[in-house]
Antibody, heavy 120, light 111 residues
């Protein structure tokens, strides 16, 4: 059975960084891309970017490209999302989601979400 | 444009057919596929429609997608109580270096 399991909730102070993991089970990371999407309570989804599991190529949204880093560990089948210089408006739910390919961004498998709270 | 435009809410009675619209521009819906996601309360989104009108396996054929110009629609026929959820459209956008755009989401209520 294929699924994505994300790391647990985080509480961080403004200006610090957070690193969230997303472990893939039942399939090889190398065969797909992994996208990161966030969602504030009661709000819409916001795309942050993707990383290719096979060669670690990345594509970041311009909004986040100076603060976000995606990495992957194919041996452990885990991808990571690190967001730096945290602000209060980064308080939201973060999802990893499997992308079919770099040319087909259908997100067909989602993690359960990781809540990040930024508070002094 | 930072997001696609959807109505915030929609409703219907069981058995009815409802449609949810999604409006964009030439750089997104007008030139790329549209995707639809269903998000039940407290859950992660689930892929409902891909490549504008294709259903993943397991999605009932009550759900269908279409596109015309810079607008897209999701139709749900034979509405059921378990269809009550938020629905999000999405499309790749070629501006600003390339990005995925989502709609604001439509909350569907089954009366």
């Amino acid at each position: 059975q294929v699924h994505l399991v994300q790391s647990g909730a985080e509480v961080k102070k403004p200006g610090t960084s957070v690193k969230i993991s997303c472990e893939a089970s039942g399939y090889s990371l190398a065969s797909y891309t992994m996208h990161w999407v966030r969602q504030a309570p009661g709000q819409s989804l916001e795309w942050m970017g993707w990383i290719s599991g096979g060669n670690s190529n990345t594509k970041y949204s311009q909004k986040f490209q100076d603060r976000v880093t995606f990495t992957s560990d194919t041996s452990a089948n885990v991808v990571y999302m690190e967001l730096s210089r945290l602000r209060s408006d980064d308080t939201t739910l973060y999802f990893c989601a499997r992308g079919f390919s770099s040319n087909d961004p259908r997100l067909d498998l989602w993690g359960q979400g990781t809540q990040v709270t930024v508070s002094s | 444009q930072s997001m696609l435009t959807q109505p915030p809410s929609a409703s219907g009675t069981p058995g009815q057919r409802v449609t949810i619209s999604c409006s964009g521009s030439k750089s997104n819906i007008g030139s790329n596929y549209v995707y639809w996601y269903q998000q039940l309360p407290g859950a992660a989104p689930k892929l409902l429609i891909y490549k504008t009108n294709q259903r993943p396996s397991g999605v009932p054929d009550r759900f269908s997608g279409s596109k015309s110009g810079t607008s897209a629609s999701l139709a749900i026929s034979g509405l059921r109580s378990e269809d009550e959820a938020d629905y999000h459209c999405a499309a790749w956008d070629g501006s600003l270096g390339g990005r995925m755009l989502f709609g604001g989401g439509t909350n569907l209520t089954v009366l």
